[in-house]
């Protein structure tokens, strides 16, 4: 099972893009990776997965390295409601989408500042 | 559509006694989860079901914890008897195919005095 391993705190001025990394040096070719964020308080929020290619949405982006091992979420104008823990996940379980068990580390406290 | 709505969204309760979480899912979703968040060991899967039938349970911590699932909008979490180390937020979550792709409920906060 791939394991990730993101920074435990960044900083971000409001308006500017921040940059959030992961490493997740052993995944396997047909595992996806997955971005979840949590607002203090608030349930978990779904925000963007990918096996290769960039993605983009209407939240954010995700670069992945050619490689596989690491990748980079993207928000492109940080706002302060953007201050939320971000996990970095790659779910366990079966390859692909069908299944995959989220295991929810510690994640990155992001936070947004004026 | 509403979300994943789960209640009560606060519960206090003394030790020893029942306590029932309920969720409802988000119409369609033929995936549910229960989660459990505390500051110790933070957001862990308890239990899911597919198509109302419950998968995996290696999550739940003991005999005291129960959950159902019987029709595609409504599941349960039932913790008898309570115990003040169930202080937790509880969540529910659902998903449609992609079982990784998971909406969350805004939880439910148990203390147990």
């Known amino acids: 099972d791939a394991k990730t391993t993101q920074p435990t705190s960044m900083d971000c001025a409001e308006g500017r893009a921040a940059n959030l990394p992961c490493n997740h040096s052993?995944?396997?070719?047909?595992?996806?990776v997955y971005w979840y964020r949590q607002i203090h308080s608030q349930g978990p929020q779904y925000i963007i997965h990918?096996?290769?290619n960039n993605e983009t949405n209407e939240m954010a982006s995700l670069i992945i390295t050619e490689d596989r091992k690491s990748s980079t979420l993207i928000l492109p104008h940080a706002t302060l409601r953007d201050t939320a823990v971000y996990y970095c996940?790659?779910?366990?379980?079966?390859?692909?989408?069908?299944?995959?068990?989220?295991?929810f580390g510690q994640g990155t406290i992001l936070t947004v500042h004026p | 559509d509403a979300g994943v709505i789960q209640s009560p969204r606060h519960e206090v309760t003394e030790m020893g006694q029942e306590v029932t979480l309920r969720c409802k899912p988000i119409?369609?979703?033929?995936?549910l989860f229960w989660y459990r968040q505390t500051m110790m060991r933070g957001l862990e899967l308890l239990i899911y079901?597919?198509?109302?039938?419950?998968?995996?349970d290696s999550g739940m911590p003991e005999d005291r914890f129960s959950a159902k699932m019987p029709n595609a909008s409504f599941s349960t979490l039932k913790i008898q008897p309570s115990e003040p180390r169930d202080s937790a937020v509880y969540f529910c979550?659902?998903?449609?195919?992609?079982?990784?792709?998971?909406?969350f409920g805004p939880g439910t906060r148990l203390t147990v005095t």
């Open positions: 979550a659902s998903s449609l195919l992609s079982a990784s792709e998971q909406y």
């Open positions: 052993t995944i396997s070719g047909n595992e996806y």
């Open positions: 990918g096996l290769k």
């Open positions: 996940i790659v779910p366990t379980g079966a390859g692909g989408t069908s299944y995959g068990k989220l295991t």
């Open positions: 119409s369609g979703h033929d995936y």
């Open positions: 079901f597919n198509n109302n039938v419950p998968i995996d």
